[in-house]
């Protein structure tokens, strides 16, 4: 299927080595029936030469803002109108410090400011360039202006760092550039995601907790607010940016996060994905304990139950419809069909976590979902990104029916 069928693309190419990319997103977009013209930066046309993109797009490249002979052929603002979409790969650390000010100095950063069509961005820098404060200053800002930012992935990069700030691949590029036009499944609907882990103090320095990174959670509460839902995050302590149109709530313990929950409904979806804590200390020492001398080599630490969100959630008379999470070392399948009644559950997503390459703080995933009549189906490993994107359109599909 050609999703992008008719569209009329805009593609930026900035200045940074995954320019490279750029020529098979053309190609990539125009398999998907869109139809392109390049703008490049000054830095752009160092790293890739218009002639490769005015091949692989069929239109001549767009490359000065003050060309008569430009602009007298499809101009800036031209082409701002003509754009059904602009989507700028690479964006790098300057093009979106450049973007954020509103700088129009040259024909891309014009053209976005003279556009109204959505503009995304493919983020794509050293990693420590995008943890840069500034720079996620920058993307919070553009995200808050309605700029949607596809990535930055993780893994190795260029200049031999490994880390947050690689461009996504051409082939997701494009899917997402899809999804920018395709139906909004979830419009109108609230749905209430948790996520990450939660610490469940011992004293005031010490606590339990365990590996989440939130990775999923946040990716579904972003493939949630791309489908156009109102989407509440609550989250346990997570080193994660918030997804743009997402309102995010910030808990510690578990007890707080089904606080934060209660005062989040009524909703319609709730998915969990939070890794909560099953038992807490209990009592939590009001000072830092101290060794014990008289106690020997052992601590015995008394632990108590801590509330089921998820199934305290989905007993409530205006129970939404209910999506958990079972992340298990054996047994996958049994014991998540087990969790989907004793929860009273729509779904259940089963993830083996003993699989370090889909675990626990992973990039990747790959769920089965089971249903109330028990029925499995699987989604193949992938990025946490699409895994969340593929499992909304199945959830809003399913909540449709309901
Ligand atoms: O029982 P178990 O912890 O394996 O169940 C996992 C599912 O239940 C996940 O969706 C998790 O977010 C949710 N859960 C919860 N509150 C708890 C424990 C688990 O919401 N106390």
């Known amino acids: 299927m050609q999703r992008l069928f008719g569209k009329r693309i805009v593609l930026g190419v900035g200045g940074g080595i995954a320019a490279y990319k750029s020529a098979e997103l053309v190609r990539r977009l125009r398999d998907q029936g869109a139809e392109v013209h390049v703008v490049m930066t000054r830095g752009g046309r160092e790293f890739i030469t218009p002639l490769t993109l005015q091949a692989l797009s069929g239109n001549p490249v767009h490359l000065d803002l003050l060309d008569p002979a430009a602009e007298a ?28 000010q509103g700088v129009a100095d040259d024909l891309l950063t014009a053209l976005v400011l003279a556009t109204d069509a959505p503009v995304a961005l493919a983020p794509a820098m050293n990693q420590a360039m995008w943890r840069d404060p500034a720079t996620q200053a920058n993307a919070e800002l553009l995200a808050s202006r309605g700029f949607r930012l596809f990535g930055p992935a993780a893994g190795s990069q260029a200049c031999g760092d490994v880390g ?24 109108g609907l609230r749905v209430l995601i948790t996520a990450g882990p939660t610490q469940e103090n011992i004293d005031p320095v010490r606590y339990i907790t365990n590996h989440s990174s939130g990775k ?24 994660l940016r918030t997804p743009e149109r997402v309102q995010r709530i910030n808990v510690t313990s578990a007890r707080d996060m089904l606080a934060a929950c209660e005062a989040a409904m009524p909703c319609d979806v709730l998915i969990a994905a939070a890794a909560v804590a099953d038992y807490r200390p209990e009592v939590v020492a009001e000072h830092k304990m101290k060794k014990d001398p008289t106690s020997g080599d052992g601590l015995l630490l008394q632990l108590v139950r801590n509330p089921d969100i998820l199934a305290t959630l989905a007993s409530r008379v205006d129970r939404p419809f209910s999506v958990g999470f079972a992340a298990e070392t054996q047994n996958l399948l049994d014991y998540a069909a087990r969790k989907l009644k004793d929860k009273n559950l729509d779904l259940i997503v089963a993830n083996d976590v003993a699989n370090p390459s889909i675990g626990f703080n992973s990039e990747e995933n790959a769920i089965t979902i089971i249903d109330r009549e028990l029925q499995p189906t699987s989604f193949a490993q992938s990025s946490k990104g699409k895994i969340a994107r593929q499992l909304i359109a199945f959830i809003a599909d399913r909540v449709k029916r309901a």
């Open 164 to 187: 947050l700030g690689r461009m996504l691949e051409a082939e997701e590029l494009a899917q997402r550039a899809a999804d920018c036009f395709e139906f909004r499944s979830l419009t």
């Open 73 to 100: 052929a499809m101009g800036h603002i031209e082409l701002a109108k003509w754009a059904d979409l602009v989507l700028i790969a690479p964006a790098t650390a300057d093009l979106m410090a450049r973007l954020a």
């Open 216 to 239: 999923m959670g946040f990716a579904l509460a972003e493939a949630a607010a791309e489908a156009g839902a109102q989407v509440t995050l609550v989250s346990g302590p997570v080193h």
